[in-house]
């Protein structure tokens, strides 16, 4: 793979919640038109690849991936390694479902038939049909991430922030408050990477910390100066580095939780993950 990269971050503003369903296509269709751009970009020259790393709730990469393979050669960093299943009935019996099949409906006349349901009917998710594009699967070893986002100060503690799924505002944010304090009584320097469809909140501001920018893919950041590794799930809990990696799931979600199963599933992927039951474990954990 080519060394020069291109990293790119579209604001959907399709993600706005207030838009009506006639805004709501609207949008969708200059997004789709944007899309195509840049996979004519991308295709201009037979040279150029695409590499992505998601397949769930992110239809978007799901249509550019499926224009360039067409032509260029696609690439898939599968860091979860959990192929999504089809939920077994698209028939609405929540409003949660109900929503997510109209939406479905529409993303799949708009970009087309290359994607499904899976998930649960309580926590459905539009996921790709990766056997719909052509691609070839790579690990985080092809890719140059020092190219990206390197983390420069030796023995530093990285914090991947993002969304607490269906718990209030005010837990969240308990949560992380919490969370910091210990950090950054045993660590100088301290990063925070939130999700791109995420925001920096307020309450992070309290804590002396650096903040990587919340476009570039955790998959692009060079940890190798991080002694730790501390979140929730996701891919930042998942890379394959010879760093401890810390995920406080255990204090988060009770582990009856339909939030806590689907998450501990993803997190199976990684037996070196240290899961603490208590901020006093976990406290321990770092002064060890």
Known sequence: MDKKVDLRFINYKTRNKNLNIIQYIKELIKERNVLSEISNEICSNSSNSLVFSSYDND???????????????????????????????YIPTNLLLLKNVVDLFIKSIVFGNIFILSGSSKYPKI???????????????????????LIDKKNSIL?????????????????????????????????????PQYEYHEYLNKFKVIKIEKTIPFEFINVKNCKFIVGISGASMLIEDDIPIISLINIVYARESEEYLYLAKQLKRNPKILFPNSFEEFQNILFS
Request: aromatic share 14%.
């Open 159 to 195: 914090l991947s922030h993002h969304e607490l799924y269906n718990l209030e505002f005010d837990v969240e944010e308990k949560f992380y408050l919490k969370t910091l304090n210990i950090i950054t009584t045993f660590f100088k320097d301290v990063y925070i990477k939130t999700h």
């Open 127 to 149: 996921s790709l049909k990766l056997n719909k594009i052509k691609h070839e699967k790579i690990n985080n070893t092809k890719i140059d991430n020092e190219n990206f986002y």
């Open 59 to 89: 239809p978007h990469i799901g249509y550019l991936a499926k224009k360039v393979s067409i032509k260029n050669t696609v690439y898939f960093y599968d860091v979860l390694k959990i192929s999504p299943k089809k939920i077994s009935s």
